[in-house]
């Protein structure tokens, strides 16, 4: 939660019990809230792509859409973003469900009192921190603050289908760093592990917030573009390399850093699984290595201590 005020998207077909919820939420003093409001999941949709909210209170019963899909489809609009669930009645079985795919509480309309109202936002805001600083232990790569293969394949099967309703195309890297084995052999896995956190960094500073970019094995990288043109990703990978050979030039290791890299699309009118994906972008990969073995790039080389 941000300091200050708490930003709430109330979701809500326009009813006066949504008036009332409204109306509890306080707009000044210790706790308050700037309160926007959509009467429909396409007004929702509309709001969350120009501005990000700290909780979402959603009513299932919309006029263009009902049900726990609803919380779905928003769900994986705003996955960081903690949810309260409104409904009209109790439905038990339902509200069981909208907790297991991720809503932190589920509340009878008619029922709703101040304090109860206050109490589900800022019990759902630290439920929900908490559960990602747990998710993130999981998906996170140690060594370098990358996303792991696990957290990979979970953002980027999100971003897919996000890509096959919008229409836009992706790109994805499979990218391996050459002769990690022969340092760690040579200088030690302490040396090996600063190549790699030198190479993640290079690869935070290239391609910037809006790509994915993952550690999925011990030398491998990934790095997944949405809506990124195929000139622009390409340009970008050269833009490493050059990176990479200003890094080789000042010496500061006793060995040089050079990658190779396979670069793959995803078309959403041809739509894959990202194992399939990613299985493209690994044979690319290891044809650029082969291409610049023969052609004779220095995959590898060290210099005397």
Do not use: W
């Not at 589920?106 to 589900?120: A, F, P, Q, V």
């Not at 980027?156 to 052999?185: H, Q, R």
């Not at 999925?216 to 990124?228: L, Q």
Request: charged share 25%.
């Amino acid at each position: 939660m941000k300091a200050g005020k708490t930003n709430i998207l109330l979701i809500e077909a326009g009813s006066p019990e949504g008036d009332a919820i409204e109306r509890l939420l306080p707009r000044a003093g210790r706790l308050s809230f700037n309160i926007s409001r959509a009467c429909s999941l396409s007004g929702a949709v509309k709001i969350l792509s120009k501005t990000p909210a700290d909780v979402i209170i959603l009513d299932l019963d919309l006029p263009d859409s009902s049900g726990l899909e609803t919380f779905g489809e928003l769900s994986a609009l705003a996955p960081e973003t903690p949810f309260i669930v409104l409904s009209e009645s109790l439905n038990e079985s339902e509200a069981v469900r909208a907790v297991q795919m991720g809503a932190q509480d589920y509340l009878i309309k008619k029922d709703i009192t101040r304090d109860h109202l206050l109490k589900s936002i800022l019990y759902a805001i630290e439920r929900h921190r908490m559960h990602v600083q747990l998710r993130n232990l999981s998906t996170t790569d140690d060594l370098t603050g990358l996303s792991n293969r696990r957290g990979f394949i979970q953002q980027v099967a999100k971003e897919l289908k996000m890509a096959e309703k919008a229409g836009s195309k992706c790109m994805l890297s499979f990218l391996d760093i050459d002769g990690l084995k022969e340092i760690n052999d040579r200088y030690g896995h302490v040396e090996g592990d600063k190549a790699l956190r030198i190479f993640s960094e290079k690869l935070r500073k290239i391609f910037g917030e809006g790509a994915i970019i993952a550690r999925i094995g011990g030398d491998e990288f990934t790095v997944f573009a949405p809506g990124s043109p195929e000139a622009r990703f390409k340009a970008a990978l050269g833009e490493l390399r050059k990176k990479l050979d200003i890094y080789n030039f000042s010496r500061q290791n006793p060995y040089m850093l050079s990658v190779s890299a396979g670069v793959v699309s995803y078309d959403p009118s041809a739509p894959c699984s990202i194992d399939a994906l990613m299985s493209r972008a690994d044979v690319s990969m290891y044809r650029d290595k082969e291409f610049r073995r023969s052609n004779s790039y220095p995959l590898y080389e060290t210099v005397s201590l």
